[in-house]
């Protein structure tokens, strides 16, 4: 599975906080960005951005502040493949998960979801701390 440069290019641009978030998507045989989420998007925003029925790939930019009143940020991967998408397109975006994920040099938590509940904004806020 091919990763477009552009792939690359706006996870950078993320860092430096350009953007909330990217989704990705497979077409044909490569990893291309279908959306991007500017810095005043919300979590709800990004959620609403992923199909109810097709899988996708995305990292979310999240800002939290820490028991000890500390503002901080982590860069979210998300596996996005809910139950209704296709087997095929399961399968294809869970072999390619790693190595796309890979050329995403900065990802400070991965998490899978199938539904939109496993990646409430309560637990997203969980695994940050």
Do not use: H
């Amino acid at each position: 599975m091919a990763v477009v440069d552009e792939c690359k290019l706006k996870f950078l641009e993320l860092k430096k906080r350009t953007y909330r978030y990217i989704t990705f998507k497979i077409e044909g045989q490569q990893v291309v960005v279908e959306k991007l989420g500017g810095p005043e998007q919300s979590y709800e925003d990004f959620s609403a951005s992923l199909p109810a029925d097709e899988c996708r790939y995305a990292v979310y930019d999240l800002d939290f502040v820490t028991d000890e009143n500390c503002q901080k940020s982590k860069i979210y991967f998300i596996a996005w493949s809910p139950e209704s998408s296709k087997v095929r397109m399961k399968m294809v975006y869970a072999s390619s998960k790693d190595r796309f994920k890979r050329e995403l040099d900065g990802i400070q938590v991965e998490l899978q979801a199938t539904d939109p509940s496993e990646m409430s904004f309560d637990i997203i806020k969980a695994r940050a701390i």
